[in-house]
């Protein structure tokens, strides 16, 4: 079996090798190829993954490259966890929205188009040569902003799931609120992209006992705090929302925060420095603590479970993946991608059914699935007034001279990447 990375000299790599290594029985890789153009990155990150195969005595070869055709020849499955212009990019996408009291975020908001602008164009002229290549061959997506993103690999016709780890990452906290193992929890999540809500915490599987309640009874304070979302919009929902859904939620207090504080891209540029550094170090033959203040919490299990479930060897038979809508909320396009607890396996992935979604929800989730076309629409056609289009109908813009103002910063800020700009 052979797995491509692109974007595998990011600083995020090692954990996903730390995961290929301690679950190789459920993903039994022969050869792991990380490609990447940042030939002084790649060297670095291959060579501690490269230790962290033999120290968990892994027999699989690793390979480092620049050539993606090389790369993604044969694969079985590509991974893309790829960054178009860098942290320094995303210092922007996370800046220049404040001027307008707007969230500079680098998923969601202004600074979120931006990065749709520059990385669909990138990601599927990628996919185009996986199919010359290997048209059987699974897209993995883990590149933000993942909806958008595999939006517009679903609709080029490439064999793509999306992949996020904020599911994962609450079914390993409510596990430990609750005392059970992992595998036990089953979520009732649904939503689009960082864009979501646990309705349900089931234990055992889909039709299993739904203990939310007792959770936010019990734990609503230690849940509300991970969240930075106050206690009482916990209880008032009765579900628990991602920690994206702060910057709805209390939008002004994060744009305040915002500005009088450093911004995540500038503590993970500084994080990445120190990273580099200790990936240099040919002793190091594990992940390093840094990494988890890095992000990416459980993303390598994400992963693993995934491409498992999809190449038929293994892994969990349900999981929660970026797909197609297919009816599963009816009150969006079929061709909607969403975020919830699909059936994975070699065919694909199937979302389960889901009850009826509260208005408060579906209203929100119809808003930002309309902004995702509209945002779809300007990264493969480009133009100032798609940018604007999708600028004025996002619910955290939505007022004309903001629009407009922001459409000429985005444009400003991202000439290089913008090929009709």
């Not at 595998?8 to 290929?20: A, Q």
């Not at 599911?167 to 939503?191: C, N, S, T, Y």
């Not at 305040?256 to 891209?265: H, I, Q």
Request: aromatic share 6%; charged share 25%; hydrophobic share 40%.
């Amino acid at each position: 079996m052979k797995l491509t990375v692109v974007g595998g000299g990011s600083t995020y790599t090692p954990e996903l090798i730390d995961g290929f290594a301690r679950l190789r029985d459920t993903l039994p890789l022969e050869e792991l190829v990380l490609v990447d153009p940042a030939a002084d990155r790649l060297e670095l990150v291959g060579g501690l993954a490269r230790r962290i195969f033999t120290r968990q005595a892994h027999n699989g070869r690793i390979v480092t490259t620049s050539d993606l055709d090389r790369a993604v020849d044969g694969a079985d499955a590509v991974l893309l966890q790829l960054r178009v212009g860098g942290q320094a990019a995303r210092e922007q996408d996370e800046t220049w929205p404040l001027t307008c009291g707007c969230v500079g975020q680098e998923t969601t908001g202004a600074g979120g188009l931006a990065k749709a602008l520059r990385t669909v164009p990138v990601v599927l002229d990628i996919a185009d040569r996986v199919r010359r290549t290997n048209p059987d061959a699974w897209i993995i997506d883990f590149t933000n902003p993942v909806g958008i993103v595999t939006r517009a690999l679903l609709r080029a016709g490439h064999r793509a799931v999306g992949l996020c780890n904020v599911a994962i990452g609450f079914q390993r906290k409510f596990a430990a609120l609750l005392g059970v193992a992992p595998a036990e929890v089953h979520l009732d999540h649904v939503g689009l992209n960082h864009l979501t809500w646990e309705t349900g915490v089931r234990l055992g599987g889909p039709e299993g006992e739904d203990v939310l309640p007792e959770l936010l009874t019990d734990h609503g304070d230690t849940i509300a705090d991970d969240l930075r979302l106050p206690r009482s919009l916990l209880d008032r929902l009765g579900v628990v929302p991602s920690s994206y859904l702060r910057y709805y939620y209390t939008h002004d207090k994060v744009v305040e925060e915002m500005r009088t504080k450093p911004s995540r891209a500038a503590e993970v540029a500084a994080m990445e420095r120190e990273l580099l550094t200790m990936y240099g170090d040919p002793a190091l033959d594990e992940k390093p603590a840094l990494l988890a203040r890095r992000g990416g919490a459980h993303y390598s299990e994400a992963a693993v479970d995934l491409a498992a479930a999809l190449l038929g060897g293994g892994g969990s038979p349900y999981q929660v993946v970026n797909t197609c809508n297919k009816g599963t909320l009816p009150f969006l396009p079929d061709d909607a991608v969403i975020e919830v607890q699909a059936a994975v396996g070699p065919e694909g992935t199937t979302p389960l059914p889901t009850t009826p979604i509260d208005p408060l929800y579906a209203g929100l989730l119809a808003n930002v699935t309309a902004y995702e076309d509209l945002a779809l629409d300007a990264a493969l056609r480009g133009g100032r007034d798609r940018v604007f289009r999708a600028l004025l109908s996002h619910p955290l813009i939505g007022q004309y001279a903001y629009a407009e103002t922001l459409t000429d910063q985005l444009i400003a800020h991202n000439r290089e990447h913008l090929a009709w700009a």
